[in-house]
């Protein structure tokens, strides 16, 4: 088959075909449906991570993380404190150009209170295989309850496009069994 141009030269004032008519009705309509259907989401979907978010200045977050991080540090990687909270408690992580942190380790099958924020740019929190997205803001402390459900290591990606460094701009959560993690606090007290 060549390419060869239209025969009519006016070829775009022609009539509409009702098949065609149908299709784009169709698809305006389910397009209202869905626009529509946005608000039962809110109720019935598995998707609404975010109840609560809270204005914070940047800086009153950085200190919180920080003192977060201090707290609960077990060991490091990379000059990364890694922060393990008592379990069900209140977990601090922030996103900055270019890094998430610090690097969490929670337990399996314990809810935590996440806060996530964000000290310049709107970064986007994806974590990573699970899938879990956010998008997170300057000057809003976005808090969510997250029990993890699998223990293992997860990675934390920016999907939302913030500079130079955004394709370096990772994070890590561990989550271990329970049992492990009573026996590594008690090595953790034992030091
Ligand atoms: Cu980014």
Redesign the pocket.
Known sequence: MSVSPPERRIWWNEPIEKVELVWIGIAFLWGVFMFGFMIAWHFIGGQNLNKEAYRVAPSNYEVKVENFAKTYKVREEKGVPVARPPSGTDVYLLGRLWQWWPILELEKGVSYRIHLSSLDLQ??FSLQPVGINIQVHPGYEHVLTLTPTESGEFGIV?N???GIG?HM?TGKIYVTDQKRAAGDQFFAEGR
């Open positions: 970064h986007g920016c939302e496009f913030c955004h701009m």
